[in-house]
């Protein structure tokens, strides 16, 4: 069977979506309104905002701006893994900021927690397991650099363990893998129940969320600003932007955020048999090591999402809804998981979707203000935000406070990301990074562009 025809079925949405509430609940935004705070963008950025602003000030008149409803974008279609890392990883931290990677990796495990606990506090149900994940190497280099990695990791406090081939075929019964590492840290969540969960509290402390609305501009008025829509604006005296990587109301942000678009696949559930020829016991989430990695993980009900391995940047920062499917980058994802789940044959695929991902050159988020300290923004979670966007909220929140706070004194909040230079340019220094990583998965070898890039701490990943 050719892969193009065994995605024929597949139905072109996330799997997340299935048996839930999808499309806007709440009306648009009309006439004009009176706010504290504005936030644009209805993902968990902007939810866990308004989570956090209301909790501090109950009082506060918090208005939550959606262009499109909420779970629409990434944070109800990504893969759910949640990491505790908010460095994108501690070899990351460990290159960009390793005097202060302790800090990070404490304030990065605490975030985890204080997720588990408002969750089970308010009762919502998103499938969050803490079962860590395994990171596997498909070539005897990438098991060298995860053996390499253990004292690192170690050394950061993490509790990991490295997995010669005989200990990962064991776990997870598939030819392709020659190495890994057990990583106990982070674990799995449901996204698009989350996403529910964290607007069902956002809603219950008082937020007043308007989807369908886009903000179209924001300007001064008075002490304060006034936040245009199609049909209405609000007047508010602070601002948060959490918009990711959709066209940005703020133009510098241009520079510093570079649209990627990933993409998925879902299986049917396994049956036990099939759930026994894999092994996999721990369930936990699992990617590979490689530059182009996939990553992969379970359902509630016994499907695989298979995702990654494509990053895919369109020219002039292009976002849109048409770019969701690409029948390219599905193909290789369902070619790959053949190859690397030879004992599943033909096991269908259900869904195939894609979601764009926020990049920035430094991999981490970019923070700062605009408008004399009144507006806020986080955005650049480079494919790790389910749990970092909650840290990216409360910096935005310290931010419009003026406060000096252990996130904000951090150079990781502080620091900037070296801007993406502008189109023809732009396109092209994506392709001939890409070029580059790909060589270094099949080599082992960095060669000389990435080095370069290496010295500024800039990179291109999803
Ligand atoms: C396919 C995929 C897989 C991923 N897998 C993982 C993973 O396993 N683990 C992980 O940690 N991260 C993962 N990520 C990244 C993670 O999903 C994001 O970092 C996170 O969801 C970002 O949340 P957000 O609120 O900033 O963005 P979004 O969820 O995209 O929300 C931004 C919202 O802003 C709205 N908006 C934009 N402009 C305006 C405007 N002008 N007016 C009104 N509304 C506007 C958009 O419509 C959108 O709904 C993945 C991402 C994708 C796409």
Redesign the pocket.
């Known amino acids: 069977m050719r892969p193009a025809d065994e995605l024929r079925d597949a139905v072109p949405r996330p799997v997340w979506w299935d048996g839930v509430q999808t499309g806007p609940r709440s009306e648009p935004l009309t006439g004009r309104q009176r706010a504290d705070l504005v936030i644009?963008?209805?993902?968990?950025?902007?939810?866990w905002s308004a989570i956090e602003a209301l909790t501090e000030h109950p009082d506060r008149r918090v208005v939550l701006?959606?262009?499109?409803?909420?779970?629409?974008?990434?944070?109800?279609?990504?893969?759910?893994?949640?990491?505790e890392s908010l460095t994108h990883g501690i070899a990351h931290g460990e290159a960009m900021w390793p005097d202060e990677l302790d800090e990070l990796q404490r304030l990065g495990r605490q975030n985890v927690e204080q997720i588990a606990e408002l969750l089970q506090r308010h009762d919502v149900d998103a499938d969050l397991r803490r079962c860590g994940k395994t990171t596997l190497a498909r070539t005897a280099h990438d098991a060298d650099a995860l053996r390499a990695a253990v004292a690192t990791y170690t050394r950061r406090g993490e509790d990991v363990r490295f997995l010669d081939r005989d200990e990962v075929r064991a776990d997870l019964h598939s030819p392709a893998f020659v190495g890994g590492l057990r990583i106990s840290g982070g674990g799995l969540v449901d996204?698009m129940a989350l996403?529910h969960g964290l607007r069902s509290i956002a809603e219950k402390l008082g937020a007043a969320v308007f989807e369908r609305?886009?903000?179209?501009g924001i300007e001064r008025s008075g002490a304060g600003l006034t936040v245009h829509?199609t049909h209405g604006r609000v007047d508010t005296a602070q601002v948060v932007l959490?918009?990711?990587?959709?066209?940005?109301?703020l133009r510098r942000l241009r520079a510093w955020v570079l649209p990627v678009?990933?993409?998925?696949l879902a299986t049917a559930p396994l049956t036990a048999d099939q759930l026994e020829s894999i092994g996999w016991a721990q369930n936990q989430?699992l990617t590979d090591a490689g530059n182009q990695f996939h990553?992969f993980r379970r359902t509630r009900d016994d499907r695989i999402v298979w995702?990654?391995y494509d990053a895919i940047y369109h020219f002039g920062n292009a976002v849109h809804s048409k770019l969701e499917q690409r029948d390219a980058s599905h193909r290789v994802l369902a070619q790959h998981f053949r190859q690397t789940f030879p004992q599943l044959g033909s096991l269908p695929f259900t869904h195939r979707?894609?979601?764009?991902?926020?990049t920035t050159s430094r991999f981490t988020p970019i923070f700062g203000t605009a408008y004399d300290g009144r507006l806020a923004y986080?955005?650049g979670?480079?494919?790790?935000?389910?749990?970092?966007?909650r840290f990216?909220a409360q910096v935005a929140l310290d931010l419009l406070a003026g406060r000096l706070t252990e996130r904000t004194r951090l150079k990781a909040v502080t620091g900037t990301a070296v801007p993406f230079p502008p189109e023809p340019l732009r396109w092209t220094a994506v392709q001939l990074t890409r070029a580059a990583l790909a060589r270094e998965d099949e080599t082992g070898t960095r060669g000389v562009l990435l080095r370069i890039l290496d010295r500024f701490g800039v990179g291109f990943n999803?």
Request: hydrophobic share 35%; proline share 4%; charged share 5%.
């Open positions: 644009v963008g209805g993902g968990y950025t902007g939810l701006l959606e262009q499109d409803w909420i779970g629409a974008g990434a944070s109800g279609r990504n893969g759910g893994f949640v990491s996204p996403t609305s886009a903000a179209t829509g959490a918009s990711n990587a959709y066209p940005p109301l678009y990933d993409y998925v989430g990553y995702g990654g979707w894609g979601g764009v991902i926020d986080a955005v979670f480079t494919g790790l935000g389910v749990a970092s966007t990216g999803s």
